[in-house]
């Protein structure tokens, strides 16, 4: 009982703390995931809607140039008169420095015209080379003009600024009957961009990414990427792609978490580059540190929660031994008190649980010291030893089957609460006193275990007396020989009971020849004398285990076992001499007697048969002259016929 209790304190603290850890953290656990994404929501919105405005001033302001060079009429007069200018030097000179001027005024990396007659490609240092259209990095000439854009951007080497990554913003020219005459533009380096975008990414801890309308990472912090993009980029930018609008200021945001990765995005189309920007807020190492933070809680929990648990079962122990000695020494206050209150009604109080087969409280283990056992000896071995010991074999059986654990459990089935036994109980070697044991029955409702408490009382002296009076009760009050009643009862369950090979039964009705004048003649006082003496001379010529009772005035029933039937005769025989040769009462009168002999079963197999039996026989010794005895025999007229 006291380690389920301390069992159960303990779980129900554990199960406290973890709980109150549990509910505190994910409150806590939800706040912080809260915070962080509104806070990742937030600063990678301002950051891209700063690079939006920053990167749409660049492309812009380059695209504003280009088509304003595109529609210089200085530009259109060159170009229709370009074919006869091939061979002069000034003609050539004159576009070199138109195209100076605006890379020394914009501070351009490239400013270049390109001639649809000549296929001339000129730049600020004039004649850079002719277009070979074959070539892999001229194909977005033919790619442009097959669009028939008014301008167009691509990122390529720029071949005048030592093969440098540059952003080409391509416009076209177009004479009076809008005929494309030649591309101009302007360039600058991919790293004009990539620095505003990694000034960003500082700021505000965030990947920023200018793609195509394919996926393709055209510029980010790190360069120039093109096919090789980031695939969380793309995934993204396929995520949400579909739900953002052209020439539109909307944005698109997602949350993403894959192969271990989580992250928010935030997408916008930029009209002026024609591409979008992918701003993307990395929130793994953040809302790593969040679950760091909630396992280590965890883990100090657990280890507080072990920490209290040993000090709570350090005090529950302490504090239970305590009461554990303070309710010993209670109970064996309380058992002495009871002892003392109870010494005159029970010797002895014990209590046991059936169920767990132990002993309960300190003075049954008192009492089982006292018979050499120990304190924690089962019921089923107390009672063992009890039998053994000390019951008397004759109620040993008796005694087991009202006392043992199925016998109790079968009580408490059946509604009964009370266990009772009376037997006798041997004190000392061979000397028996008679015990009466109770046992109360009850269901122990804390743990749902069957109790019996015994209670042991000496009857010695009530038992004797009672015994005594059934003994008078069943015996005749003059002769002190079973009376006629008690004697028909013993018969009946000994024929009952008897086995044939273990000899031969038989009953003999015994009359005095002649009582009738006798006491007449001497009183009915001289008269019960001789009766009393008869018995007596009777009953001590039969064995102890043989009835001897007296059914009538002078007429008297034996049932004896004999050996066979030739001993039953000398056996009737020496009655007869013995009470013929024997002097009865004051004045030593000779009596004789009549003796009638029934043989069970042959004669009779009930005590009525038996005594028809012999009452006929009887009948026919005194007709023979008395003081003889005679064996019943089928053909002798019935006992009722007698005169």
Known sequence: M??????????????????????????????????????????????????????????????????????????????????????????????????????????????????????????????????????????????????????????????????????????????????????????????????????????????????????????????????????????????????????????????????????????????????????????????????????TGAVIVLFTTLIVILIVTTIIRRYKNKIVSITISEELKYHTILQNATSQIYDSIIEFDITNDTACGEGTKKFLQQLDLKSSTSYSAMLRTIVSRHIHPDHAALFMDTFSPNAVRKALEEDRNKLSCDFLYATQKDKYVWYRETGYVLRWAENDSIHIVVCRQNIDKDKKLELSLQEMAQKDGLTGLYNKMTTHDLIEKRLAKHECDRGLLAMLMLDIDNFKELNDSLGHVAGDRIIQEFAQNIRAGFAADDIVGRVGGDEFVVLTLQQDEETLRQKADALCHAINSTSYGVDAHHLAASIGVAIFPRHGKTFGELYASADTALYRAKQNGKNTYVVFDKTDRPASARV
Request: aromatic share 12%.
């Open 2 to 295: 006291h380690k389920n209790y301390a069992f159960r304190t303990n779980f129900l603290i554990c199960l406290i703390i973890i709980i109150g850890f549990s509910v505190t953290s994910v409150i806590s656990y939800r706040s912080n995931m809260d915070t962080l994404k509104k806070e990742a929501e937030s600063v990678t919105r301002l950051a891209s809607e700063g690079m939006m405005y920053q990167i749409d001033a660049i492309f812009a302001q380059s695209i504003h140039i280009s088509q304003t060079m595109a529609h210089d009429s200085f530009l259109i007069n060159f170009l229709s008169q370009e074919k006869e200018n091939l061979k002069n030097p000034a003609y050539t000179q004159n576009i070199k420095e138109y195209l100076l001027a605006y890379k020394k005024k914009y501070n351009y990396d490239s400013v270049f015209l390109v001639s649809m007659q000549t296929d001339r490609y000129y730049n600020f240092a004039g004649v850079a080379r002719i277009m070979d259209y074959t070539v892999t990095e001229n194909k977005w000439v033919r790619e442009f003009i097959t669009a028939n854009n008014e301008f167009s951007l691509n990122i390529d080497n720029d071949k005048a600024a030592h093969d440098t990554i540059t952003v080409f913003v391509n416009c076209s020219v177009r004479n009076k009957n809008n005929d494309l005459v030649g591309i101009v533009g302007v360039g600058f380096k991919v790293n004009t961009v990539q620095a505003m975008l990694a000034k960003y990414e500082q700021q505000f801890a965030v990947k920023t990414y200018l793609m195509d309308e394919s996926g393709d990472v055209q510029i980010s912090s790190s360069g120039h990427n093109g096919a090789t993009s980031d695939a969380f980029a793309q995934q993204t930018f396929a995520a949400v792609k579909n739900t953002l609008k052209k020439n539109n200021s909307d944005s698109s945001d997602i949350w993403y978490s894959a192969n271990g990765v989580n992250g928010y995005a935030v997408t916008r189309y930029l009209p002026a580059p024609n591409m979008y920007l992918v701003t993307d807020k990395n929130t793994s190492e953040i809302i790593k540190q969040i679950r760091t933070k909630y396992y």
